[in-house]
C-alpha cells in the first residue's frame, strides 16, 4: 500500500484558518489555566468572625 492510498482512507477535514486555530488556542489556554486554578489552589480557610466592638471596647473600661 502507498502512503497516499493510506491518507485518503482516512476522513479528509476541511483546513482550518489562521485565525480558528489562533481561537482554539486560546480557548484551550484559558480552560487549562481555570482548571489548573480549580486543582492547585487550596480552599480559603474558615475565618472567624471579628470580635464585637463591645468586646474590643470592654477591655479599656
Do not use: W
Not at 29 to 38: G, R, S
Not at 42 to 60: D, G, K, M, Q, V
Amino acid at each position: 500500500m502507498s502512503e497516499k492510498s493510506e491518507r485518503n482512507a482516512f476522513i479528509q477535514l476541511p483546513a482550518l484558518s489562521e485565525n480558528t486555530l489562533l481561537a482554539i488556542i486560546a480557548v484551550g489556554f484559558c480552560i487549562l489555566h481555570i482548571l489548573t486554578a480549580v486543582v492547585l489552589v487550596p480552599p480559603a480557610a474558615t475565618r472567624t468572625a471579628a470580635p464585637s466592638l463591645e468586646r474590643i471596647l470592654a477591655n479599656y473600661d
